[in-house]
């Protein structure tokens, strides 16, 4: 792999990690506030209710996780096109 797709490569990766990392916490943050404002409540009637009290939550937070995944597919997307979509795919190796 040539020098210049090797950068291009290591960099989205690390803006889309990035991303990844801020959209889970931003994804927390959004779902504790869910749970505090009464916007979201998992039900807590019966045992089973409470037992599957956590996986919900998880269900929750993966969902408002998933509603950035177009913003991270778009970030990467623009990243590439300002880079240069022919850089990524010049993988050739040199030497």
């Known amino acids: 792999m040539n ?3 090797l950068i291009a ?3 989205l990766y690390i803006a889309v990690g ?3 990392l ?3 916490c931003l994804a927390v943050m ?3 506030h869910e749970v ?3 916007a979201w409540r998992p039900p807590l009637v019966t045992r089973l209710d409470v037992a599957l009290a956590l996986p919900k939550i998880w269900l929750r937070w993966q969902k408002n996780y998933l509603l950035g995944a177009p913003v991270i597919a778009a970030v ?3 990243f ?3 880079v240069g979509f022919d850089v990524f795919w010049n993988i050739e190796p040199t030497g």
């Open 3 to 5: 020098h210049e797709a």
């Open 9 to 11: 490569w290591t960099s």
């Open 18 to 20: 990035s991303m990844a």
């Open 22 to 24: 801020l959209c889970a």
């Open 30 to 32: 959004l779902t504790i």
């Open 36 to 38: 505090r404002a009464g």
């Open 76 to 78: 990467a997307l623009a």
């Open 80 to 82: 590439a096109h300002h």
